[in-house]
């Protein structure tokens, strides 16, 4: 597991800082009628703005042959994670995932917002209200010596509360020097399990969930998951930095 030295602490700060800003903007620019690659390109000039760079843009994972072709992630409706910008047409009623990864000279800080366009159903809101929740129960667990298991019993019982299908295989991650490292911070697990967090760790922690199947299935672009049986979904992230005290939340959002 890798942990960010103290000199290096203000650059990742700054990295969840302009993170936090460029999905504030695409929060309050985003609307019925744009394309999602409108926002791919007002994320791209802000990086260039803010002297920063996409963590996603040409990212593959270990042995992967396909590179993210991004800046962002825009997963629509049924789109879990890793919606690639393009000609898709956002419409009233839609749930938009808006995910973002920032590298700011040499440190990568990560977070995501699910936004609706317009009136959704109650069942949606409940949907994204539970992943936020869970986030924030998840943080306020962070302390060093405390079991990863203890932060993923939590999120899972926050989200089954709100009676919110898990997907199994995804979660949070470490984050820091490398857009994706360990440890994988599952949405479900047992209390005093896993590893125990360190001063000096960048942990992505990412709850997400679905209203229906908790099964899904990889598209032919190679990176975006879709529900099985398209049933909508939502996920929330902020990437903290672990400190004596606790949790430093690096990306939280202006209000």
């Given at each position: 597991m890798t942990i960010v030295k103290p000199e290096d602490y203000d650059k990742l700060r700054e990295a969840g800082r302009i993170n936090a800003q460029i999905l504030a903007t695409l929060r309050e620019i985003i609307r019925p009628g744009m394309r999602t690659i409108e926002l791919d390109e007002i994320a791209c000039g802000l990086l260039h703005q803010y002297g920063a760079e996409s963590a996603f843009l040409n990212y593959a994972f270990p042995g992967g042959k396909h590179p993210y072709p991004g800046h962002i992630n825009v997963s629509v409706n049924e789109e879990l994670v890793h919606g690639i910008p393009g000609k898709r047409r956002l419409n009233k009623g839609d749930v938009v995932?808006?995910?973002?990864?920032?590298?700011?000279?040499?440190?990568?800080?990560?977070?995501?917002?699910?936004?609706?366009?317009?009136?959704?159903?109650?069942?949606?809101?409940?949907?994204?209200?539970?992943?936020?929740?869970?986030l924030e129960i998840a943080i306020q667990l962070v302390k060093p010596g405390r079991k990863l298991g203890d932060i993923s019993f939590a999120i899972q019982l926050t989200l089954e509360k709100y009676r919110v299908r898990i997907p199994p295989q995804f979660g949070g991650h470490g984050v820091g020097y490398k857009l994706h490292t360990s440890p994988h911070i599952s949405n479900w697990g047992k209390p005093n399990t896993g590893d125990s967090l360190e001063v000096g760790m960048a942990l992505a922690i990412e709850p997400m969930g679905m209203l229906g199947s908790p099964n899904t299935k990889l598209m032919r672009d190679h990176w975006t998951v879709v529900t099985v049986d398209k049933s909508v979904c939502a996920h929330t992230e902020h990437s903290i930095l672990v400190l004596e005290r606790g949790a430093e939340v690096l990306t939280r959002l202006p209000r």
């Open positions: 995932t808006l995910d973002c990864g920032t590298n700011y000279q040499g440190l990568i800080a990560d977070s995501a917002i699910t936004v609706t366009l317009g009136p959704v159903p109650d069942s949606v809101k409940r949907l994204i209200h539970a992943t936020e929740e869970a």
